[in-house]
Every structure is written in structure tokens, then in C-alpha cells.
């Protein structure tokens, strides 16, 4: 499901604005039962929230703010700018990927290079008795609660 918004924003100048584009994305994915189920979020610049509870499956709800120069950038930046919801065994895997990102999952340029910047804020509710790894680069903080299993967060800038 996806729910768009797009608003103008005026700058400094009469002869420039910047377009924001404001998405709504939810998946739901299936965990398998048993040990050594896992999720995985890896977010570039943004929020990351989780909350542990009796659910036995993954909702997956990430907020898209994008803000270009000019709106035929959109098209650029939803080729470019993903976020990618996979399984992997007994593992969900939530990454943002996005052409500033380097090998080791940092933010390799600034983004305003690109023409365009976007964020997800990624709010995730999982069975709590599964392990999590949540980590977010830039701009963002991370936020867990009602986890049971371990947790391993990690918050960059």
C-alpha cells in the first residue's frame, strides 16, 4: 500500500522552491516459527522504531520524505532511492539503498549532490521473542520497546 502527498515549499528566493513528496509504505511479511528468527533495519537517514509484541508476523510501516529541486526529479529518485524488504531464511531484512551509500553501509557523499534528499522513518512492530538488529546513519534516532529477545542497535550520527 502506498499513499502519497506532495507539497511546494517556498525558499529564499521567489525563483526557487523545493517540491516535498511525503509516502506511506507498509508491508506485512511472515516470520517462521522457532529459534533464530531474526529482523534486520538498516536505514540511511531517518527514524527507526520498534515495538516487540505477541504478533507472530512483521508489519513494516516507513515513512518517505523526499524534497527535490524541480518535480521531474521524482522519477530519478524512486529508481534510485529504495527501500528493500526481503527474507532470507528465518531472517526479515528492512535497507535502505540509496547511491551515497558505501560498502560499509555509511553515507558515502552528501546528498544534496544528487539533486535530492531523502528519508524513511521506519516503524517496525515484530514478535518480541525474535532477535533485532536496528541501526540508522544519519539524522534519525532509534527507539525499541517491549523486546524480549536480544538487541543489538546502533545510531551513527
Same mark, same amino acid.
Given at each position: ?17 523545493? $517540491? ?19 529482523? =534486520?533495519? =538498516?536505514?540511511?537517514?531517518? +527514524? !527507526? ?14 515513512? *518517505?520524505?523526499?524534497?527535490? *529541486?524541480?518535480?521531474? /526529479?521524482?522519477?530519478? !529518485?524512486?529508481? &534510485? $532511492?529504495?527501500?528493500?524488504?526481503? #527474507? ?5 531484512? $528492512?535497507?535502505?539503498? /540509496? ?10 557523499? *552528501? !546528498?544534496? #549532490? ?10 517496525? &512492530?515484530?514478535?518480541?521473542?525474535? &532477535?533485532?538488529?536496528? *541501526?540508522?546513519?544519519? +539524522?534519525? =534516532? ?12 546502533? %545510531?551513527? %550520527?
Amino acid at each position: 500500500m502506498r499513499i502519497a502527498a506532495i507539497l511546494l515549499l517556498a525558499s529564499s528566493s521567489l525563483l526557487e522552491a523545493d $517540491v516535498i513528496r511525503i509516502d506511506t509504505i507498509r508491508t506485512v511479511m511472515q516470520l517462521q516459527a522457532g529459534n533464530g528468527r531474526r529482523v =534486520d533495519i =538498516d536505514n540511511l537517514v531517518g +527514524d !527507526v522504531e520498534v515495538v516487540g509484541s505477541s504478533r507472530t508476523d512483521v508489519v513494516i510501516t516507513a515513512i *518517505r520524505t523526499t524534497r527535490v *529541486r524541480w518535480e521531474e /526529479a521524482f522519477s530519478e !529518485v524512486d529508481r &534510485e $532511492v529504495t527501500l528493500e524488504t526481503r #527474507k532470507t531464511g528465518s531472517t526479515i531484512i $528492512v535497507f535502505v539503498d /540509496a547511491p551515497w551509500r558505501v560498502r560499509n553501509g555509511m553515507i558515502g557523499r *552528501r !546528498v544534496w #549532490k544528487y539533486g535530492f534528499e531523502v528519508s524513511y522513518n521506519i516503524k517496525v &512492530e515484530m514478535p518480541a521473542d525474535a &532477535e533485532l538488529a536496528a *541501526r540508522t546513519v544519519e +539524522d534519525g =534516532d532509534v527507539r525499541v520497546k517491549g523486546m524480549t529477545a536480544p538487541v543489538s542497535l546502533e %545510531n551513527v %550520527n
